[in-house]
């Protein structure tokens, strides 16, 4: 079954005490295991843009997803495993779970397409 591992980065002034080698680690590991399908990192919280589209269809565009939060969507890996136990295993090992980080883990919805 596929799980997606949302890596909620902490607040940006924090050290969660992960290095890019522990990040390096940690992709090698999933992809060495076979479970990785896919995966991506996201750019700065600043490039981000929101965008919503009200009840008459108006469209309102503002900058950034700044919501009144510590953790911002850092990025994202999507895992194929047996069960939510090897996915919950895989989201502890990730260095974004340290340090105030956080991994949350949601099944990918199979629609049969």
């Not at 990918?108 to 397409?113: E, I, K, P, T």
């Amino acid at each position: 079954m596929k799980y997606m591992l949302m890596i909620m980065a902490a607040d940006k002034d924090a050290d969660n005490g992960c290095t890019f080698e522990d990040w390096v680690a940690y992709a090698k590991e999933l992809k060495d295991s076979g479970v990785w399908v896919s995966g991506h990192a996201l750019a700065d919280l600043v490039t981000a843009t929101t965008v919503q589209v009200g009840a008459s269809g108006e469209r309102t565009v503002t900058d950034g997803p700044f919501a009144e939060t510590r953790e911002v969507l850092g990025g994202y890996d999507i895992i194929d495993v047996a069960d939510l136990d090897e996915a919950l295993k895989w989201a502890a090992r990730c260095p974004g779970s340290r340090g105030g980080g956080a991994v949350v883990v949601r099944p990918v919805a199979d629609f049969g397409n």
